[in-house]
């Protein structure tokens, strides 16, 4: 049938990009040494995520949804991310490179094949069917899967040291209309948050439900880095006042005086962004910052940070029906114009730049641009589920992780949905993170 023809034409050219993507950032960009190299403790060795991303192709497409025999049961122990931990991965016996291509091509060979024969119930009616073949759901999974990968694989590079590798893609082309308002009132009263029925939704955005809250103002704008700047101008990093015990411990700890990877230049300040050393521009959200500088920044400015049902809303619900979409902007796929997603350019866009990309409140840059730190623990939903598999999610239940949403530049579009739900422990800030904040607002 038609439909189940165009889907899977979807997904194998998604399959495809996914791909071109990692060799992209792994095989095309550096040599032998520098893919078995451990750049950063935090981080893998290139080559483990390279081969790990065909590994989970293999466990979930060949051998759980296609019922596949395993082409190389001895090597699923070494891209178990649970068994071994990122700084260990450097000293396993892992596959070179050309084996690791090797590898992920004989999979992804096999993995069309079964594609071709398989039945994916795009539309249908529920049948005996497989629930992780359902509208293509484990497909999603695993080229979202591997797009996840290549923001950390980004992350390692911009962790690494030496000549630059990566080359900025194209200019970014969208107009630029800073919001008229610096906040928006988002009036009170309930909102679906989740969902039940998005074919591309992992377990942890489901079940949808209905969320009431209070009124709130939010941001229009992730905080830029020249309002970050205010702060440490006024002794932001100084001020006890502004942090967490916890946050204020991790200060003194790192001894934190700026984002990551800015350094002093005169006056001013510079950075260092995937090898290469230049002014901070004054207009981009700020970037590599960990949740506890977002949260005293909040603080400082008299805010707090939203809270994840607060952004959700703020990034879906639309006053006008009632519901809530898919997007900021509605029902359409991300295109140039509505965000800065997929590594288009190697960093945020300044702020104001994609406001056709505007929620119906107006707020924007809630897709693309910078992961926005919320002030929620990572917990499941009430009625939560795991599936397929509980190392997903539920494993990162244990209060050690806040809530991060909307996509950064470096993420692909397939993982960019208003429901999509990213956590991390608050200190990290090598990924590409940044804020926008939020106040409470009078009741009416
Ligand atoms: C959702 C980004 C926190 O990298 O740990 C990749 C994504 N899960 N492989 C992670 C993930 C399994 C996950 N984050
Ligand atoms: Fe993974």
Redesign the pocket.
């Known amino acids: 049938n038609h439909a189940q023809e165009r889907a899977k034409e979807r997904i194998a050219a998604e399959l495809d990009r996914s791909r071109a993507s990692s060799n992209g950032l792994t095989l095309d960009a550096l040599d032998e040494e520098e893919l078995l190299a451990q750049h950063s403790p935090l981080m893998s060795p290139l080559v483990w995520?390279l081969a790990?991303?065909g590994n989970?192709e293999e466990q979930w497409l060949l051998r759980a949804a296609g019922g596949r025999e395993a082409l190389r049961p001895d090597i699923d122990g070494l891209y178990d991310?649970f068994e071994n931990s990122r700084a260990e991965r450097v000293s396993l016996p892992l596959l070179r490179p050309d084996e690791a291509r090797a590898y992920n091509d004989r999979v992804r060979g096999e993995v069309l094949d079964v594609l071709d024969s398989a039945d994916l119930g795009v539309p249908g009616p529920r049948g005996d069917r497989s629930p992780l073949l359902e509208a293509g759901l484990v497909y999603h999974l695993v080229i979202q899967?591997e797009h996840?990968?290549g923001e950390?694989m980004l992350a390692t590079h911009q962790l690494r040291k030496g000549e630059p590798v990566l080359l900025e893609e194209t200019a970014d082309v969208a107009m630029l209309r800073p919001p008229a308002q610096k906040e928006v009132l988002v009036p009170e009263g309930e909102f679906t948050m989740g969902t039940d029925d998005d074919p591309w939704a992992y377990d942890n955005e489901r079940p949808a439900r209905t969320v009431d809250l209070g009124p709130y103002w939010i941001d229009t704008a992730p905080v830029t880095n020249a309002a970050y700047r205010e702060f440490m101008d006024d002794g932001g990093y100084q001020d006890r006042r502004w942090w967490t015990p916890e946050g204020w411990e991790w200060r003194e700890e790192r001894g934190a005086l700026s984002p990551a990877f800015w350094a002093r230049e005169g006056d001013g300040w510079s950075r260092r962004r995937f090898g290469r050393r230049e002014m901070v521009p004054d207009d981009e959200p700020v970037q590599h910052v960990s949740f506890h500088e977002a949260r005293a920044y909040a603080a400082w400015a008299g805010k707090r940070l939203p809270s994840e049902p607060e952004w959700e809303k703020a990034a879906r619900f639309d006053p006008r029906t009632g519901r809530s979409r898919r997007y900021p902007w509605g029902e359409t796929e991300p295109g140039p114009h509505h965000a800065n997603l997929g590594r288009r350019r190697l960093g945020p866009s300044p702020a104001g730049r994609h406001p056709e990309g505007a929620s119906p409140l107006g707020v924007q840059q809630l897709v693309g641009d910078v992961w926005e730190w919320t002030s929620t623990t990572f917990t499941g939903y009430p009625g939560f589920r795991a599936f397929p598999y509980r190392e997903y999610s539920e494993a990162f239940f244990d209060d050690g992780y806040k809530v991060l949403r909307g996509g950064s530049w470096a993420t692909h579009p397939t993982a960019a949905r208003s429901t999509f739900r990213n956590w991390d422990h608050p200190v990290r800030r090598q990924i590409f993170s940044g804020f926008r904040c939020a106040r409470d607002a009078e009741p009416a």
Request: proline share 0%; aromatic share 12%; hydrophobic share 20%.
């Open positions: 995520d790990h991303v989970y991310a899967h996840q990968h950390t």
